[in-house]
């Protein structure tokens, strides 16, 4: 069975897919980048393979447990699949960190859906995702900028921060600086081996993971996979979740974290584990996570982790039309999706970058975006507006306004598009991408919301730098009105049916905290 898993998994590493009946999918287009970052994710992997093999060398005749000594619902998880140190269910979805949980937790996470019942690392993130608790002032999750009702994002161009009010597109600006950025989607993020628009968290179980934004940050031992090191970093920053100085949260008292220096990230870290660890729930459920790490030892290293398990398996989604024909199922685009596929690969041009099992070629381009915002030139935000994207990370001239290819999946239901927000609609920004020069010139900022129609960025020497960088992946192509129809139609089979019941399965009717919830 090992065996079988890492040559499945290699296969996947090198686009390799078994025959399947009508596919022309791009899934095979992936580059020499992407193929050698999945390899260097896998060591983990390759190294346990290796041990397994090992050991079944050195033992030829292993023993078979006694029936009365194999539990009969879950027990000791030994053969993974429903409960205690197994891979898949119980108390710990990575084996060592779970319990004996008889039947994967407590359930409660289910929903009323039908959804198997999760591991209680699962519910654990489940519920620090969705609770306020996290933030400085205590007014915002992390669902409140990546909702599950809004295709985990928030509908507004840039996300906005601490002292907002509202949810989604009507969530109200503040006069304190503002996140600079669209707010991403986090559909099958384990996927992805660097995370944000310019992939500024990057590396491995195995030799750690770092954050690099103009200068390089290491992260603490210990974090699962880069999910979990994607999650460290909100609270931490004043304009997304740790708020500012001389500000107070929700009960009227002072913002601690937002007092703490921005350098001294260790430490705000430890403060914010501190506040979960004051929730005797939060401690009853780390305990049952994480049942051999001593209370005194708990650190947001584990909270992040568990965010990440929730995460990784609540926004999960492969069952799209477009799934279902690469699985050979007959009928399952219709004929203008067929015809729009064939556009897709071939006139539109988009295989070429939109590509993999995320439709994503995991790489990073100047796509001329308009910039909408205060944008980012260093790490702080009062700068004049541009954001240099990617450069920020490598410092290559190459990398200005360079950001990395968004996957498709669900594509219908993440507006607004692009790192800014610019495009608020699926139609307009593929027509940028079939001529961004052209499109860049009309940017028509009524489309944007009223409050920032007026924050497009106009600097007319930095406009012509970008336009001097744009992707050479990106030349004017010109589709007929039926064509491009056709493809919008299969722009709209990569939606998986389980988003629009997303909200519902995966929204806690309460958090430890006692916070509101968004959604609730």
């Known amino acids: 069975v090992c065996l079988a898993v890492f040559t499945v998994r290699i296969g996947q590493a090198w686009g390799i897919e078994a025959p399947r009946s009508g596919s022309t999918a791009p899934w095979a287009a992936l580059t020499v980048d992407h193929r050698c970052r999945t390899f260097s994710a896998m060591r983990p992997q390759i190294a346990s393979l290796v041990l397994i093999l090992a050991g079944c060398a050195a033992d030829e005749s292993p023993a078979k447990p006694d029936a009365s000594d194999t539990p009969a619902d879950g027990g000791d998880g030994s053969d993974g699949s429903d409960g205690g140190d197994g891979s898949d269910g119980g108390d710990g979805s990575e084996g060592s960190d779970g319990g004996e949980g008889s039947d994967g937790g407590d359930g409660s996470d289910g929903g009323d859906s039908g959804d198997p019942p999760r591991s209680a690392k699962y519910r654990l993130g489940q519920l620090l995702f969705f609770d306020r608790e996290l933030s ?74 770092s954050h690099i934004h103009d200068e390089e940050v290491p992260l603490p031992d210990g974090l699962d996979n880069p999910v979990a090191a994607q999650a460290m970093f909100p609270v931490v920053q004043p304009a997304e979740m740790r708020g500012f100085e001389d500000t107070f949260d929700v009960n009227g008292n002072p913002n601690d974290l937002g007092a703490m220096s921005q350098d001294d990230t260790y430490a705000i870290w430890d403060a914010t584990a501190d506040r979960v660890l004051a929730i005797p729930e939060y401690v009853e459920l780390l305990a049952e996570v994480y049942p051999d790490v001593p209370a005194a030892s708990l650190s947001f290293v584990h909270v992040s982790n568990a965010i990440a398990e929730f995460e990784i398996e609540a926004f999960h989604f492969d069952n799209s039309p477009y799934d279902r024909h690469l699985a050979g199922e007959a009928g399952a685009l219709d004929a203008a999706q067929l015809r729009g596929l064939e556009i897709f690969e071939g006139k539109a041009g988009c295989g070429e970058c939109h590509t993999g099992s995320l439709l994503s070629d995991l790489d990073y381009h100047n796509t001329l975006a308009p910039q909408v915002g205060p944008g980012r030139v260093s790490g702080e935000l009062d700068n004049d507006g541009r954001d240099l994207g990617r450069w920020r990370v490598t410092g ?18 993440s507006a607004p598009y692009t790192h800014s927000g610019s495009y608020s609609t699926l139609e307009a920004v593929v027509r940028h991408m079939l001529d961004p020069v052209a499109s860049f010139d009309n940017y028509d900022p009524t489309q944007l919301r009223a409050d920032v129609q007026d ?36 722009l709209g089979a990569l939606t998986d049916p389980a988003i629009h019941t997303l909200a519902d399965r995966v929204t806690p009717e309460s958090v430890p905290s006692g916070l509101p919830v968004d959604g609730r």
């Open 136 to 209: 400085g002032n205590r007014d915002l999750a992390c669902s409140s900028c990546h909702l599950p009702s809004h295709g985990l994002g928030d509908g507004l161009p840039y996300a906005t921060g601490p002292g907002s009010v509202g949810l989604g597109p009507d969530r109200t600006y503040t006069g304190d600086p503002l996140e600079g950025r669209n707010a991403q989607t986090l559909f099958n993020l384990n996927e992805f081996p660097e995370i944000f628009w310019d992939g500024a968290v990057a590396g491995t179980t195995e030799l750690g993971f």
């Open 396 to 413: 290559e001239d190459a990398d200005k306004y360079a950001f990395r290819t968004p996957t498709l999946r669900n594509i219908t239901e």
């Open 455 to 490: 924050q497009v960025y106009t600097n007319a020497e930095v406009i012509a730098e970008m336009k001097a960088g744009v992707s050479d992946k990106l030349p004017k192509r010109t589709l007929t009105e039926a064509e491009f129809d056709d493809l919008m139609a299969f």
